[in-house]
């Protein structure tokens, strides 16, 4: 079993930054993959940015030059980050930290964010 919990969410003007946090704990030794995850009201949840347990990093598109992904490893949890610059009113949405192990999914309870003046 894995745990995750998120942090670091909020309000924040346009053009702002913010930083997400997510502790892993549990069976860390066994997750691959971990992204973040962000789902708008009437909308489906996206894939926002992953990065592999090799460090390898994918982003959406939409995000690209602004959120950057980090993972690092400490005694008995992981971490992973993503610091978010320059936001936009689209960006406000709740934020879900994902990994995977094993083949299956994990997600956190999730974190608001939201960009407004």
């Known amino acids: 079993q894995v745990q995750l919990v998120e942090s670091g969410g909020g309000l924040v003007q346009p053009g702002g930054s913010l930083r997400l946090s997510c502790a892993a704990s549990g069976s860390i030794f066994s997750i691959n993959t971990m992204g973040w995850y962000r789902q708008a009201p009437g909308k489906e949840r996206e894939l926002v940015a992953s990065i592999t347990s090799y460090g390898r990093t994918n982003y959406a598109d939409s995000v690209k030059g602004r959120f950057t992904i980090s993972r690092d490893n400490a005694k008995n949890a992981k971490y992973l980050r993503m610091q978010m610059n320059s936001l936009k009113p689209e960006d406000t949405a709740v934020y879900y930290c994902?990994?995977?192990?094993?083949?299956?999914?994990?997600w956190g309870q999730g974190t608001q964010v939201t960009v407004s003046s």
């Open positions: 994902n990994g995977v192990s094993w083949g299956r999914d994990y």
